[in-house]
C-alpha cells in the first residue's frame, strides 16, 4: 500500500494509525534480525505517536498528509532525546537537544518515526559497511550491500519495512542506495530542504531527502520535509513547491539530453535500462537528444578534494570535550587525539587526513583551490547544457549492488560507485534515481534524471512516465 493510499485512509478515519504502525513493526521484527537495516527501532514513541493520531482524527482534526504513515530516518539527522550517532563510535549514545527541521515537519504532517536506520560513518561511503554497527544487506539479495551512505534507509523501504524514508546526499548517497534497493530516491535542490539538525559532512553539498516506493510517495514526502528554514542559513527563500498535484502532467515537449558521459563505464545490462527509458519518455512525447559534458569526468576529482576539505573542518568539533566518546590522557591534547583515535573509524580518518593536507599551507593553491575552480567549471557546463535540454538522463551507477565485501579493501573502488551521482551535488541540482528493472540476479538497475535547480517538479513528472511506462 502506498503512503498516500495510508494516510488518505487515516485521515478519513477508515484505517487506524496504530494498526498502521503495529503491521510496520511486525515487518521489522521480521525482517530486520538480517538485513541490519535499523539501528534503533522507536517501538514505544512510534505507537504514543499512532495513538495520537487516531485520537486526532477521532476528535475531528486533521493529522496531516502524512497521517500514520511509519517513516525511517537516517541516524545522521537529530532527534531530540534519541541516539543520533552516524553511525560512529565517537557520538555513540549521544542523544541530540533539539529535532532537525526536517523531524519537526514529518510530526506536523502526522508521519510516524518508528525508528533510526543505518549509514557509513558519517556518511562516508557507498555501502554501509562502515558503520559502527556493521554492515545493513541489501533486500534482493543478503550477500550484497544496500549501497550507502543511506543503505539503512534504502534496505528499510525496499523490503517493505517502511514505505518511507529519509536520508542524505552529499554525493550520492541517496540515489545510489536506491537504485540498488530497487526503490526511488531524490537528491533535490541545495538549499531546497533545511539542513539544521544535519550532522554536517561537507556543508556545501549535503541535502536530505526522500526515498520511496514508487515516485508519487517521494513527491508527497518532499513536499513535506521542503520550503524555507530560518535556522538554516543556506535554506532558499522559497515555499515548498506543489509536486503530486503536477505529477500526472507528462513530457510532451520537454527535451531530454541522453548524456553520454553519465552512461559510458556502466555496465550493459544498465547502458540497456537508461536507453529502454529514453524510449519510454521518447513515447510519451519527450525530445530525445544525445549529448556530452566532458567537463563531468572531472567531477569525482574535484569531489574528493572538496568534500574531505570541508569534512575535515566540520570534525573537528570532535574532540572528547563536547560530544560523546572521551578516552582520559595526561592533558587535554593528548586526550583530543586519543578520543579522536579510538572514535573514528578508518575511513573518517582517511577524510580527515585528505582534507587537511588538501587545505594546509603550501598546498591549497594546488589542491582544494584547483578543485573549486573545477566545480566552477562544471557548474557552468551544466548551465550551458540547460539552456538547450529542460533535463538529462543517464545512469545512477555503473554496475548493481555488489558483494559485501568486495569494495572495501580499495577506496578508489569504493568512491567511483559515485562517479555518475557526484556531478549534481557539486552543481547544488536536484537528481532522482528511479527504479529501471532488473539485471542479472534479480539485482534492481536505477536511472537518473538530472535537472537544474528547483526542476523538482519536471524531474518528478518525468520519472513518473518511466514508472508507468514499466508497469
Ligand atoms: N559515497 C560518497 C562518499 O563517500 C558520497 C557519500 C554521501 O553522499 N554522503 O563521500
Known sequence: MTARTIAEQVRAG???????????????????SDLHAFTEVHTASAREAAEAIDAAVA????????????????????????VTSCASKILEGWQPPYDATVVGRLAAAGAVIVGSTNMDEFAMGSSTENSVYGPTRNPADHSRVPGGSSGGSAAAVGAGMVPLSLGSDTGGSIRQPAAFCGVVGVKPTYGAVSRYGLVAFASSLDQIGPFAANVGDAALLLEVISGHDPLDST??????????????????????GLCKDLIEGASTEITAAVAASAELLAAQGAEIVEMSIPELHYGLSAYYLIAPAEASSNLA?????????RVDAANVAEMNAASRTAGFGDEVK????????????????AYYAQAQRTRTLIIRAFAEAYASVDLILGATTPTTAFEIGAKVSDPMEMYLSDVFTIPTNLAGHPAISVPAGTGAGGLPIGVQLLGPALSEERLLRAAAVIEKGRA
Request: charged share 25%; aromatic share 6%.
Open 317 to 325: 568539533r570532535y574532540d572528547g570535550v563536547r560530544y560523546g566518546l
Open 350 to 365: 582517511r577524510r580527515i587526513m585528505l582534507g587537511t593536507y588538501a587545505l594546509s599551507a603550501g598546498y591549497y593553491d
Open 235 to 256: 535554506s532558499l527563500d522559497a515555499p515548498a513547491p506543489s509536486l503530486v498535484a503536477h505529477l500526472d502532467e507528462g513530457v510532451a515537449g520537454l527535451r531530454v
Open 14 to 32: 477508515e484505517r487506524r494509525a496504530t494498526e498502521v504502525v503495529e503491521a510496520a513493526l511486525v515487518e521489522i521484527a521480521t525482517h530486520d
Open 59 to 82: 476528535a475531528g482534526n486533521d493529522p496531516g498528509p502524512l497521517a500514520g504513515v511509519p517513516i525511517g530516518v537516517k541516524d545522521n539527522i537529530c532527534q531530540r532525546g534519541r
